[in-house]
């Protein structure tokens, strides 16, 4: 489910490790494993030489052709050798720096890349372009994905507010300084959450009713407008939002990762505010 995949990663910390082997020329078989490289990949014009993908990596639609390896955090070392990549693309969390280390002895490069921010997306657009050969189209992109993460914050006053609410049961929200509270801001709304300095964080559902936000947001699997399953509990009813239906049902696979459509999603976010 998408909220578990949200939340999973949310709470991973992660750092730029690109690997130290040294670079022989343009990879042709890569093997990207997170969504969010697929979909970069693929808009900087390198999407004819990725040979490997997760189960999750389902955009563009081109990207269902390629063959799935599996789950990306971690990764199944086999299932990816089997592919013969010469670049193997990874998001840097713990479980798959041990992979990376796997595949590297192997003799298979390897790379892993921070991505969990907009202000992450520049460079990681700019890392794919210089490995693949594609800088340019990269640098075009990324110039534009740096231009999502200098949004002014809204005003405490005259913002519309939300909560992302990405569990129901114990209620885990969204924080500061995460992906989907930048996309909140930059839709020109506020998180009620914005002051807990965490990307998630658990808390009470009398928390969440005393924030009183206008909007809850929840992501859905399927991308339709149907209220989420809490919203039927007598305990939620607690939070007036959810009395009134308030609720801004938004695709996972568009809200869910950072990534070359992260304008749109903020394009989609405002304009159901402005409802």
């Known amino acids: 489910m998408v909220l578990r995949r949200l939340l999973f990663v949310v709470l991973v910390l992660a750092s730029c490790r690109p690997s130290g082997r040294p670079a022989v020329g343009p990879p042709r078989r890569i093997v990207s494993l997170l969504p969010s490289f697929t979909e970069i990949l693929f808009a900087i014009g390198a999407g004819d030489r990725v040979v490997g993908r997760t189960k999750w990596c389902d955009y563009p639609p081109a990207a269902l052709a390629v063959p799935s390896v599996g789950e990306g955090l971690p990764p199944n070392v086999e299932a990816v050798a089997a592919r013969h990549p010469d670049l193997v693309v990874l998001y840097n969390a713990g479980p798959n720096v041990t992979a990376a280390e ?30 693949t050969g594609f800088a340019a189209r990269a640098e075009s992109l990324a110039a534009f994905l740096d231009s999502l993460s200098h949004q002014p914050p809204p005003s405490s006053t005259t913002s519309t507010t939300l909560a992302f609410v990405v569990w129901d049961n114990p209620p885990i929200i969204i924080g500061h300084g995460s992906y989907l509270d930048e996309l909140a801001t930059a839709a020109g709304a506020r998180n009620v959450f914005s002051d807990i300095p965490a990307p998630s964080a658990q808390v009470s559902l009398e928390t969440i009713a005393a924030r009183n936000p206008q909007w809850i947001a929840v992501l859905s699997d399927s991308g339709m407008p149907s209220l989420p399953g809490f919203a039927k509990r007598r305990e939620w009813r607690a939070v007036r939002a959810v009395r009134d239906g308030h609720f801004l049902m938004v695709p996972g696979s568009l809200f869910g990762r950072p990534g070359p459509r992260s304008g749109e999603a903020i394009r989609q976010l405002r304009a159901l505010l402005a409802r």
């Open 102 to 131: 796997q595949l590297e002895r192997i003799g298979i490069r390897t790379v892993l890349i921070d991505l969990n921010r907009l202000e992450d997306l520049g460079p990681a657009t700019r890392t794919l372009g210089r490995l």
